[in-house]
């Protein structure tokens, strides 16, 4: 991808999808990069952000002998979420017009 995801785009991803349900840290990772480029070590310093700013919590749950961690949006999240959607749906509005032009054809060649 040409564009760089900023940490806001991020917060907002993983929200988006600890809003759809628990889960843990890789797969938190395989659905955002359906998406995105995103590496598991770039996902974690995000997490433990929306940790630290109260907008998810964790708790641990046995898988296969070990203790897998669990994400969970908490209610400030889905506030936080509220807001990142409406941030990004007049972000893409902005972007819209700028790259192509108003309805009229403005932005295409000049003549």
């Not at 991020?10 to 359906?34: F, H, Q, S």
């Not at 409406?86 to 790259?99: G, T």
Request: hydrophobic share 30%.
């Amino acid at each position: 991808m040409a564009f760089k995801i900023e940490s806001s785009l991020l917060d907002a991803c993983a929200l988006a999808i600890l809003d759809r349900g628990d889960t843990y840290g890789y797969e938190i990772t395989r659905e955002m990069k359906e998406a995105i480029v995103i590496s598991e070590s770039t996902l974690y310093p995000v997490l433990r952000r929306l940790l630290k700013e109260e907008l998810c919590i964790t708790y641990d749950e046995p898988y296969q002998g070990r203790n897998r961690r669990y994400y969970s949006i908490t209610d400030k999240g889905r506030k936080q979420l509220r807001d990142y959607r409406k941030q990004w749906k007049d972000h893409m509005s902005a972007i819209e017009k700028l790259l192509n032009g108003n309805e009229r054809g403005e932005g295409d060649e000049k003549k």
